[in-house]
Nanobody, 117 residues
Framework: QVQLVESGGGLVQSGGSLRLSCAVS????SEWYMRWSRQTPAEGRE???????????NYIDSVMGRFTISRDIAKNTVYLQMNNLKPEDTAVYYC???????????WGRGTQVTVSS
């Protein structure tokens, strides 16, 4: 059974840090593109970070230098370390996976991140 379960969200002050975790099961996630996206009612959904099967990472400009995506294959977990958080980072953060053919995808249920000013 495929599962992606996010954790680590919460309320933090501006300038603070959080680490999101995504526990993965049911498929060989190290062979997939693992991603973090975020969604707000006003802005909709936005892809934040990706780590590919080769370990190469990509970020949107607004989080470059503040967020780090990583994975622990032994623990079947993907992480998003978020530093120097800003109020505009407030969103529901989703972990999701895309296979190498870019045709199959799995999504977690999301975790809320709220950054107060």
């Amino acid at each position: 059974q495929v599962q992606l379960v996010e954790s680590g969200g919460g309320l933090v002050q501006s300038g603070g840090s959080l680490r999101l975790s995504c526990a993965v099961s049911g498929f060989p996630f190290s062979e997939w593109y693992m991603r973090w996206s975020r969604q707000t009612p006003a802005e909709g959904r936005e892809l934040v970070a990706t780590i590919g099967p080769d370990g190469i990472t990509n970020y949107i400009d607004s989080v470059m230098g503040r967020f780090t995506i990583s994975r622990d294959i032994a623990k079947n977990t993907v992480y998003l370390q978020m530093n120097n958080l800003k109020p505009e980072d407030t969103a529901v953060y989703y972990c999701h996976a895309l296979d190498s053919s870019l045709t199959n995808a799995y999504w977690g249920r999301g975790t809320q991140v709220t950054v107060s000013s």
